[in-house]
């Protein structure tokens, strides 16, 4: 299927057919789309093979990451908070970009403004929901907080969430306490837990005839732990509990869909997994829900029931919006399959040579079901910024420190598509020096 087609079998109308897009479609040799066309040689060659064969391939993983522009002299393992974008997905942004600066009321007005229509059905299409209930957002914080903000709750209402959710969104709560006299009750969960289950069980021992909203992470930023969803939102759903999830790392990081999470509300950054440009984020709201929310910017009774009521923010880079369709293409490009497996298979290639360490604990399970590309490790006597700092300057790896007060503190380390065997050696190999030091 070609662009036109694609936009047709959207129902979008062929005046989305601009410039822009035209360019690429008519075969303008970039830098991007011969790397894409270089991927599509490399599945061609792996067709057939199951992802967990591929998941072993260097030389296919090699073709992924020439896709990108990265610094050969730097050992990115910290996908965890921003992604870098692939070649084609830069590009697009910069051709939007050189539209908006022809003549910008026209060509963003008039053109790009439609396919923000396209980029919404895309995301859509990939989460399993409808357009008509999901609003395109700058990131994970603005999707989420404009639901915190906007739902409606009274004094002495309780709010259920962990010790591990991001600091940012538990801010959010916080300051609804100080303002609306609500309540934020924070249970505190094993890293690993023993089992799923566990995670429910402490949820629901938290709840109270009160709680009017339980807020959880589908996969947690400290250590990478997945969360049974499905299970929490309908048992809350049964309880008639807002249920809010945080997917700020799930999106295009392993495949799933709205269906299989079954929350009110789900918000995810496209700058981490999806590879998208920095500042794209996706927010979903339950069609019956959209109306009880408050807009965190103010929008007109007629668009209550609208989800677009939460895009009203006034002007903004609409060329990173509408590049997150090349984001897309590239993802299914590699396919989410694949790409889950692959990052299945560096966690845990990392995760069973540093195990037997000395001073080594691992605070991420190695369940398929419970863990994908995040996992997170301490070693005895060193702290996790001296960790960190250390993994820097000596072997030039980049890893994140993370702190949960008075628990424990670890640091998260992220491989992602582009990350070859060698680095996570490397790693490996930093950790056997310290640790036997
Ligand atoms: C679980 C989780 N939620 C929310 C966020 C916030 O993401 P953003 O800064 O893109 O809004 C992050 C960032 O790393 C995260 O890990």
Known sequence: MDRRDFVAALGGSPLFFHAGLSASSAGQATAGTGSLARLRDANRAVAGSSPEAVAEDEAYWLRVRQAFTLDA??????SGSVSPAPRVVSEAMQRYWTLTNMAPSYYVDELLYPEVELVRRR??????????????????????????L????????????????????????????RR???????????????SMDALYDRIFAAVTPRTKVIHICHMTYTVGQIFPVRRIADEARRRGILSIVDGGHTFAQ??????????????????????????????????????????????EAAQDDDIRKFESIGTYPIA??????DAVLFHEEIGAERKAARLRFLRERWMRA??????????????????????AMSLAGMGAQRLTDTLQRRWGIHVRPRFVPDEFEC????????????????????IRTLATA
């Open 73 to 78: 002299n730097h050992v990115n393992l910290n």
């Open 123 to 148: 995301l859509a299409a990939m989460f399993g929901c409808s357009p008509e209930e999901l609003a395109l957002t700058r990131n994970t914080s603005e999707s989420l907080q404009t639901v915190q």
């Open 150 to 177: 906007g739902w409606p709750l009274e004094r002495g209402d309780e709010i259920v969430s962990t010790t591990q959710d991001y600091p940012r969104m538990l801010t959010a709560w916080r300051q609804r306490e």
């Open 180 to 194: 609306d006299g609500v309540r934020l009750k924070l249970v505190t969960v094993p890293t690993p837990p023993p």
């Open 254 to 299: 392993f495949p799933f869909t709205r269906d299989d999470l079954g929350c009110d509300v789900y918000g995810s950054s496209l700058h981490k997994w999806l590879c998208a440009p920095v500042g794209n984020g996706l927010l979903y709201v339950r069609r019956p829900l959209i109306a009880r929310i408050w807009p965190l910017l103010a929008a």
């Open 320 to 325: 990173l919006r509408t590049a997150v369709s």
């Open 354 to 375: 540093v195990e037997p360490l000395p001073g080594v604990t691992l605070r991420t399970s190695y369940d398929p079901a419970q863990a994908c590309a995040l996992g």
């Open 411 to 430: 640091i998260r380390v992220t491989p992602n598509v582009f990350t070859t065997l060698d680095e996570i050696d490397l790693f490996v190999e930093a």
